[in-house]
């Protein structure tokens, strides 16, 4: 089946820096990896997603990008602000069915 | 319009007891998900309906555990003779296509 690694587990970054994500997956067929966010205590809510026939997709200070031949795709937050603090997790589907394998998820805190 | 709802939001109950989990997907969702979440770790899929029909129960981790979707909407998922690792919040998420919407979830604690 299908393996989702994310890293880095733990990222704190000054307001107004960049944050960057990276997730690898193992199954050279999934073709969809969507990026959910979840504040403590709160369901996941889908931010951004990316499907195997793009490279790149943006939504305003959201950018992520996929390298298929790599098996590697990776979530940008440019101009962080605090509420972008939250753990983000990676997913990817499998091939023939519509579940998600999710990576270990990375706590991202901004510093005010 | 309303998302997905779970009940009850807490569950706590003893070491061999038997527990039903409710999710209430989007109206008009016919995919439906049952994942688990540990602490520290991302959701991790137990079981996929499409319909009223369980298209895949691969994630299931053992005979203890069964859902049902009768009429294709709401689904219950059931926990017989829990363990004490069965602690966890567990997450029902619905689509009409890619996008998986979740619930807030129920965290169970067997004592």
């Known amino acids: 089946g299908e393996n989702v690694e994310q890293h880095p587990s733990t990222l704190s970054v000054q307001e107004g820096d960049s944050a960057v994500i990276k997730c690898t997956y193992s199954?050279?067929?999934?073709?969809?990896f969507p990026w959910y966010k979840q504040e403590l205590g709160k369901r996941p809510q889908l931010i951004i997603d990316?499907?195997?026939?793009?490279g790149e997709k943006k939504d305003q200070r959201i950018a992520v990008t996929l390298n298929k031949t790599a098996k590697h795709f990776s979530l940008h937050i440019t101009e962080t602000q605090p509420e972008d603090s939250a753990v983000y997790f990676c997913?990817?589907?499998?091939?023939?069915?519509?579940?998600?394998?999710f990576g270990t998820g990375t706590r991202l805190t901004v510093i005010p | 319009g309303a998302g997905v709802s779970q009940t009850p939001s807490n569950k706590v109950t003893e070491k061999g007891k038997y527990v039903e989990l409710r999710c209430d997907p989007i109206?008009?969702?016919?995919?439906l998900y049952w994942y688990r979440q540990s602490l520290g770790q991302g959701p991790e899929f137990l079981i996929y309906?499409?319909?009223?029909?369980?298209?895949?129960d691969s994630g299931l981790p053992n005979d203890r555990f069964f859902a049902v979707r009768p009429e294709g909407s709401v689904s219950t998922l059931k926990i017989q003779r829990t363990e004490r690792g069965d602690s966890a919040v567990y997450l029902c998420?619905?689509?009409?296509?890619?996008?998986?919407?979740f619930g807030p979830g129920t965290r169970l604690t067997v004592l």
């Open positions: 998420a619905s689509s009409s296509g890619s996008e998986q919407f």
């Open positions: 199954d050279s067929a999934s073709n969809y």
């Open positions: 990316i499907r195997s026939n793009v």
């Open positions: 997913a990817a589907d499998t091939v023939g069915a519509n579940n998600l394998f």
């Open positions: 109206s008009g969702h016919t995919a």
């Open positions: 309906f499409q319909g009223t029909g369980a298209a895949d």
